[in-house]
């Protein structure tokens, strides 16, 4: 088999992978990588031999291990090899984009592994998308008086953005690396973010965005993503299908998440909903665009008042918070009847597009998308409506006001979506248990069959590290 050969150890034919991955494993941690200068730890050991048992019986793990183990290298050397005999790439969600750039830097280690193993390992990143440049943001800035920072963004963007002929190669662009004169306020002004509507803009085939997910689809071991991104793959996995569209991360062998233990508030904020009045009623007005009846006009016209009027209220009922830029909103009876009565309008835009949909008014992609994020408003409001479940506040910015619904709970939408699939799902980290059980971190995650083990740090912290803390005097006051 062609995954056989790839594999950095042999598998005959009467052989079983998981033994050979046994004897393998065993062979780098007490003759390799000691042989190379890495430090041989027990505890690091123990590790990679319990973590066999959830690769063999495809489960969820939770491997927790102290501060120094050497988590990452045990679980790289399991995923690399999973994906190699599997021929799907395995998946590595970290915590944020520090973290995985840590990993895939030049003495990170993967290229420590790649060095002391011999292995070539194909290894891409998937970033967050507002880590993106979004040409129509750059464009509108353009249109303006433009920084000249972001004038030179703009003309040192590769030609076949502009070009629209034939036979042209198109590589990947756009990473916020890639532009480190800009600071953050400005990379805010030409960065993707949540309220662009990729799926109509006409720059979508040449986005830089775009193009880097065909890249990194293509990874044969690893794909590295933050937390944050895969669970936006997650929540828009069929939403995206029934658009037409791709998901954003290809199918995967099998799935780590390094600092598991912040995966619950991952979940939480990809699963955040943010109303803006100028995108609602953005939305709404795409639909008069379209040669449509006229019942139907009067229909949409009264929800963009209505949406108005929405906002209005919410804004009569938020509070300043001291010391923070979010608002407090306090849900009256006057409140929660205008979200009633727009919530009742959605419903009868969506009901009203299916006759639009028969009489082919409304191009079927247009279509599509808009009854998408028809949905969307739709179970945002009703999960406002019934705030016991939720957390809401208010946010301004780019003078507009934006109403923003957290859930409080995810498990039942995880245990849907995420551990019902019969693949790998490693936690790692130093802090997934309370008091010896892992009981609390699976039921915030509806995991309900799990594996675990737990295994002490290699170094005595309370021996061989000392903190030193000032007191607070008129000496050394700042």
């Known amino acids: 088999m062609f995954t056989e050969k790839r594999l950095p150890f042999e598998v005959g034919k009467q052989d079983n992978f998981y033994d050979k991955l046994n004897e393998w494993i065993g062979d780098v941690f007490y003759d390799i990588l000691p042989e190379k200068g890495f430090e041989e730890r027990d505890e690091q050991i123990f590790m990679a031999f319990q973590l066999e048992r959830a690769f063999q019986e495809k489960k969820v793990m939770f491997a927790e291990a102290g501060v120094g183990t050497g988590k990452t290298i045990v679980y790289l050397l399991y995923a690399i090899c999973y994906a190699r005999y599997t021929g799907k790439p395995a998946i590595i969600a970290c915590a944020d984009e520090t973290l995985i750039e840590q990993l895939v830097k030049e003495e990170g280690d993967i290229a420590k592994l790649s060095e002391a193993l011999g292995l070539s390992v194909d290894v891409r990143l998937a970033k967050s998308m507002d880590n993106y440049l979004c040409l129509r943001k750059l464009e509108d800035v353009m249109s303006g008086r433009a920084p000249e920072v972001i004038e030179d963004v703009y003309y040192e963007l590769p030609q076949f953005v502009f070009d629209h002929g034939t036979m042209q190669n198109f590589t990947h662009y756009g990473d916020r690396k890639e532009f480190p004169l800009l600071n953050d306020e400005e990379w805010s002004k030409v960065n993707w ?35 944050d991104f895969y669970m936006d793959h997650i929540w828009t996995y069929d939403a995206r299908k ?237």
């Open 242 to 478: 029934r658009e037409g569209q791709i998901p954003l991360l290809p199918e995967s062998s099998c799935v780590v998440f390094d600092e598991g233990h912040l995966v619950e508030y991952a979940a939480q904020k990809a699963l955040t909903y943010r109303l803006k009045q100028t995108m609602m009623e953005q939305l709404l007005t795409r639909l008069l665009q379209n040669d449509i009846r006229e019942e139907f006009a009067h229909l949409v016209e009264e929800t963009i008042w209505q949406t108005e009027r929405f906002f209005d209220v919410l804004q009569e009922n938020k509070k300043e918070i001291a010391g923070s830029d979010r608002l407090e909103i306090t849900v009256t009876e006057k409140v929660t009847a205008e979200a009633k009565r727009l919530y009742a309008k959605i419903g009868e835009v969506g009901d009203a597009l299916v006759f639009e949909s028969e009489m082919h008014t409304v191009n079927t992609y247009d279509l599509n998308i808009v009854d998408e994020h028809l949905d969307v408003l739709e179970h945002s409001l009703r999960l406002f409506m019934h705030e016991k479940n939720v957390i809401t506040w208010g946010e301004e910015g780019d003078g507009a006001f934006t109403l923003v619904i957290m859930p409080r709970a995810v498990e039942e939408v995880l245990q849907e979506k995420v551990f019902s699939k019969k693949i790998p799902y490693i936690f790692s980290s130093a802090t997934l248990s309370n008091n010896d059980s892992f009981a609390f971190t699976a039921n915030s995650l509806g995991v309900k069959d799990y594996l675990s083990f737990s295994v002490a740090s290699p170094f005595d912290y309370e021996e061989q590290m000392a903190v030193n803390l000032l007191s607070h005097t008129k000496e050394n006051e700042w």
């Open 193 to 227: 973010d949540y309220f662009q509507d990729c799926f109509t803009c006409d720059s979508r085939h040449r986005c830089g965005q775009t193009l880097s997910r065909e890249h990194y689809r293509k990874a044969a071991d690893l794909i590295i993503c933050s937390q």
